[in-house]
């Protein structure tokens, strides 16, 4: 008798998880249930459509309810919300929220991949009209329908998709004013880079409100029209709040499942749960920290995937592990592209390594005496008792993130800064130097190295 499979969540990794079942057993009988109206969707294209860059929302969509249902076997049930788990009886209960009708439905694999929540603080005038998340599609349609009518508009939240948003606000032609409760902006960087950025939003008409945890949404007739901080008032149109997202984890805890840090699901190296007939993969569920190997929370679009396709292809038992994952990022600010992998010297030291230092280096992405080269910023950060290369950070032109892409690799391979600095990289004036940023910035790294 063939397998039912029964997922909760249309995105990233549950479709990853549904497919790679289905690709590995199509006997299996899958459903899946998305409480959205859209599936399969890039939620991290969702700044650029709220700018016009992307002009349509199915733009975003890779494919449709329609052709999971005809191409693929797979039968995903949009509007459809997972009200409870009873691991009992192997049941979940299901809302269709356009009828309103609640009906059961048996499983004999359950994968949880529910995602995560924007978090919007408990704040007076939070409710009103006029303050909006961005983590799903409706979510896009509706921001970049008010940012038409719009004159000012307050991003809460210095992260990723808040500056991402903010640029993609300004180049419509809005006032923009960036509103952080912390000291600087993008954390993850050194303070240096995190200053770069900075200075870049703010040379395009960025207005930057940092250490000013928002207070109040000020609302008149029930509509936003401005935010108070503890020492200002700033009147605006329109209010997206950008300051992160938390695991979408209460099915899970309701049905006793266990949880780990910042309340994602709890999962092994094979995205089970503490249930064995349960999966848990994606923004909902914890990962593993490829450096430290402890459980660590990554929100992050390429973490959904690999997981869900694990998930997947654990359905089968073929118990294939998780290698875990460093956080590599990358984004664009205006101009400037910035990006990431591995610890930062901060996040360093406080897991455990206490001889965790960092060199930064400035050199050109081309050859010197080519045009158009761009300065290349790259900070790489390492432990000085042997070498082993622990992160990197870059900031610059658009090969930022081939150059980190390489970092990636060799963190984890567990490489030292040493071996790094041997590395045999291409050269050609209009594409590199003949010493490479990588080898300049490890090279610098050696000195402070002590060697067994």
């Given amino acids: 008798m063939a397998k039912k499979l029964i997922v909760i969540g249309g995105t990233a990794a549950g479709l990853s998880a549904a497919s790679k079942a289905k690709r590995d057993d199509p006997s299996i009988e899958i459903e899946v249930f998305e409480k959205s109206g859209y599936v399969s969707y890039g939620a991290c294209g969702l700044p650029y459509f709220v700018g016009g860059m992307i002009e349509e929302p199915m ?164 509509r936003a029209c401005g935010i108070r901080t503890e020492h200002e008032e700033i009147a605006c149109d329109l209010v997206l709040m950008s300051i992160g997202v938390r695991p979408a984890s209460k099915l899970a805890r309701d049905c006793g499942l266990r949880l780990s840090v910042k309340d994602s699901i709890e999962v092994d190296d094979y995205m089970q749960t503490s249930d064995p007939d349960i999966f848990a993969c994606g923004d909902c569920a914890c990962t593993k920290n490829a450096i430290t190997g402890k459980a660590d929370y990554v929100p992050l679009g390429t973490t959904a995937n690999k997981q869900g396709k694990l998930a997947g292809t654990n359905i089968k038992s073929r118990r294939e592990r998780f290698a875990g994952v460093l956080g590599s990022g990358v984004t664009k600010c205006f101009d400037m592209y910035i990006a990431m992998t591995g610890l930062s010297l901060e996040r360093a030291k406080a897991e455990g390594f206490e001889e965790a230092d960092a060199v930064s280096i400035i050199k050109s992405d081309r050859a010197s005496y080519y045009p158009g080269g761009r300065d290349t910023h790259l900070r790489l950060i390492f432990d000085k008792n042997g070498g082993r290369l622990l992160g990197a950070q870059a900031i610059g032109g658009e090969t930022v993130a081939g150059r980190i892409n390489a970092l990636a690799v060799a963190i984890s391979s567990g490489m030292t800064v040493m071996q790094l600095s041997e590395m045999d990289f291409v050269y050609a004036p209009p594409v590199a130097p003949v010493y490479d940023p990588m080898l300049i910035a490890a090279s610098q790294a050696v000195k402070h190295v002590r060697r067994a």
């Fill in 59 to 222: 733009d975003l969509v890779s494919l449709t309810a329609e052709q999971l249902r005809d191409k693929r076997g797979i039968p995903v049930y949009t509007h459809h919300e997972v009200l409870s788990i009873d691991r009992d009886k192997k049941t979940v209960s299901v809302r269709d929220n356009d009828t309103k009708e609640t009906t059961e439905h048996g499983y004999d694999v359950l994968v949880i991949a529910t995602g995560a929540a924007p978090i919007m603080p408990d704040i007076p005038g939070i409710g009103a009209e006029g303050v909006y998340p961005l983590r799903t599609v409706e979510d896009g349609i509706r921001l970049r329908a008010a940012a038409r009518k719009a004159h000012t508009a307050v991003v809460v939240g210095g992260g990723l998709i808040g500056l991402e948003t903010a640029e993609e606000l300004s180049q419509l032609g809005l006032k923009v004013h960036v509103v952080e409760a912390l000291p600087r902006l993008l954390p993850m960087l050194s303070e240096e880079y995190s200053e770069m950025v900075a200075e870049g939003l703010r040379k395009n008409g960025v207005e930057l409100h940092l250490s000013e945890p928002v207070k109040e949404v000020l609302a008149e007739d029930g």
